[in-house]
């Protein structure tokens, strides 16, 4: 697994603000006698403003890493810290809040609920922070509209790659 700065990704000391680090992230798979490493010591830092491409073969433990970003999983070894907060230190309620407020993935699948229209899985993140109802459906429609969805396509999906878009960006996360 490797890590690759996008162009113009660089680091300006005067701005920089650290919003993601990784320690020593470490993490281990046991069953039975059989022990599967599948990070070693990884690590890196991000700050506001950059992209980061995790890029590596298949089963090299990219999906694990992001888990474990996203405080979905937890690792054997090392810690995440993000805003400041170091995630194995909160509780799982707390882990929830901070990826609502904190963290927006674009998934490579569809991780969209296929009940709901584009309009409303982008402004679920939104309602489960709080936001009344109003607000959140119009920055839902500010976002797909700023995703390139015409108004047509908002009520039926018919773009899913835009709708994943629009919801990692729908509760404005740092990440």
């Known amino acids: 697994m490797s890590e690759n700065r996008e162009a113009g990704g660089g680091r300006r000391e005067a701005q920089s603000v650290v919003v993601l680090r990784a320690r020593n992230i470490a993490k281990t798979y046991q069953e039975g006698k059989l022990r599967t490493e599948v990070l070693l010591d990884a690590g890196f830092e991000l700050n506001r403003g950059e992209t980061l491409a995790i890029v590596g073969a298949s089963g090299s433990g990219k999906s694990t890493l992001l888990h474990i970003v996203g405080g979905l999983d937890t690792p054997t070894g090392g810690e995440i810290e993000l805003e400041g907060r170091v995630l194995s230190k909160l509780s799982d309620a707390e882990r929830g809040r901070v990826r609502n407020r904190s963290l927006g993935f674009v998934y490579q699948f569809h991780h969209l609920l296929p009940e709901f229209s584009a309009l409303e ?22 976002l797909l509209d ?30």
């Open 146 to 175: 700023r995703a390139g969805y015409s108004p047509v396509f908002i009520h039926n999906d018919a773009v899913p790659g835009m709708a994943r878009r629009a919801h990692a960006t729908g509760a404005g996360p740092a990440l």
């Open 121 to 142: 899985n982008v402004a679920m993140p939104l309602l489960i922070r709080g936001t009344p109802i109003h607000d959140a459906r119009d920055r839902a429609r500010a």
